[in-house]
């Protein structure tokens, strides 16, 4: 259905691979965070219905940069040498697998009533019966 969209679309765009074991870490790294959210918001928060929406959910694009910020200290040999394009695919790789926790997963679903706004700017909280490691 989408094969000659795919091929049409890039031969300068590479697919994105990634382990099922890499998937997984990044999952886990993305929910526990996402929930961590929740809590510094429910500190701060005296109950409010604003701040019940908002509390326990991020952007892609906070996600994405959490999960940038929090790889680059596990790059291993040559840290400081990565350039734009190693940093790019990575970016690539991190919103790839965060779209699949949204649309093939549940994992993470879109806080209601942001049907306006684009994709990546909309609203992501922790499915409320996701349990990390299944």
Do not use: C
């Not at 697919?15 to 099922?20: C, N, Q, R």
């Not at 918001?41 to 959910?57: Q, T």
């Not at 350039?83 to 690539?92: C, I, L």
């Not at 949204?102 to 922790?126: C, D, H, M, T, Y």
Request: no cysteine.
């Amino acid at each position: 259905a989408g094969g000659g969209d795919a091929a049409g679309r890039g031969a300068s765009r590479r697919d994105v691979k990634i382990s099922f074991r890499q998937y997984q870490a990044v999952k886990a790294r993305t929910v526990l965070w996402v929930r961590r959210q929740r809590h510094r918001a429910g500190e701060d928060g005296m109950g409010d219905e604003d701040a019940v929406e908002e509390e326990g959910s991020a952007s892609m694009a906070e996600i994405v940069e959490f999960l940038m910020s929090e790889d680059s200290g596990r790059l291993g040999p040559g840290e400081g040498g990565e350039d734009e394009m190693e940093a790019s695919e990575r970016e690539r790789l991190f919103r790839v697998a965060v779209k699949h926790m949204v649309k093939r997963e549940n994992v993470l679903i879109e806080v209601p009533g942001q049907e306006e706004e684009p994709f990546a700017s909309r609203r992501l909280a922790v499915h409320p019966n996701y349990v990390v490691g299944e």
